[in-house]
């Protein structure tokens, strides 16, 4: 079984622009889960997707936003970056959600000049 | 305020003696905890976890332990080896499906 892919992995924009970022489960994971690591931060949790709904959300701005498609993809997006968001991306699929085990990707890594 | 929290940033250990790693909790609502190990460049891989009421929870060489009234817990793993070199994550979560919350990692570096 495939495990869980993130595009692309390495990105660099400039301050004010805009990203996306990609994420595709696990084949049969219907929950996706998007976490922000900095360092010295740890892991910070943004948001949850299941059926294509928000159901958890950290707490970070509404520059962070996400979505899921019907085949449980999803993206997550950061409208006018600022050097902060400088990170590594992380997202995470799990058949139902976080009761059971999150499966990671390798991450995308953002740099914001 | 940092409900998960892992005060040793980095832990060095020869090659077959014990790793323990230690990770301290504030929120007494969790009741279920994970370990997660990460190499550089991939994300992170799930390993063990325990619920609340286990106080031990061990696969293999690594071994979880609860002590829930110090709000305490450790990742044992015995004998360490130099591939077990890696960021060690800890968290937690309330069962009901909440987010995980992560602690901030320790570098645990295995000297062959």
């Known amino acids: 079984k495939a495990g869980v892919t993130q595009t692309p992995r390495y990105l660099i924009k400039t301050r004010g622009q805009q990203v996306t970022l990609s994420c595709s489960p696990i084949?049969?994971?219907?929950?996706v889960s998007w976490y922000q690591q900095t360092p010295g931060q740890g892991l910070q949790f943004l948001f949850e997707?299941?059926?294509?709904?928000?159901?958890n959300k950290g707490n970070f701005p509404g520059r962070f936003s996400g979505r899921q498609f019907s085949n449980s993809r999803s993206e997550m997006n950061v409208s006018t970056l600022e050097l902060g968001d400088s990170a590594l991306y992380l997202c995470?699929?799990?058949?139902?959600?976080?009761?059971?085990?999150?499966?990671f990707g390798p991450g995308t890594r953002l740099l914001v000049l | 305020d940092q409900q998960v929290k892992q005060n040793s940033p980095s832990l060095s250990v020869q090659e077959g003696r014990i790793s323990i790693l230690n990770c301290d909790y504030t929120?007494?609502?969790?009741?279920?905890f994970l370990w997660y190990k990460k190499y550089p460049a991939e994300g992170p891989t799930f390993l063990i976890s325990?619920?609340?009421?286990?106080d031990k929870n061990e696969d293999g060489r690594f071994t979880v332990f609860l002590n829930k009234s110090a709000k305490h817990l450790s990742l044992h793993i015995v004998p360490s080896q130099p591939g077990d070199s890696a960021v060690y994550f800890c968290?937690?979560?309330?069962?009901?499906?909440?987010?995980?919350?992560f602690g901030k990692g320790t570098r645990l570096s295995v000297i062959a």
């Open positions: 929120n007494s609502m969790f009741d279920y």
């Open positions: 995470a699929s799990s058949t139902t959600g976080f009761t059971q085990t999150q499966y």
């Open positions: 997707y299941f059926s294509e709904t928000q159901r």
């Open positions: 084949s049969g994971h219907r929950s």
């Open positions: 968290a937690a979560s309330v069962v009901g499906n909440t987010p995980l919350v």
């Open positions: 325990i619920s609340s009421i286990k």
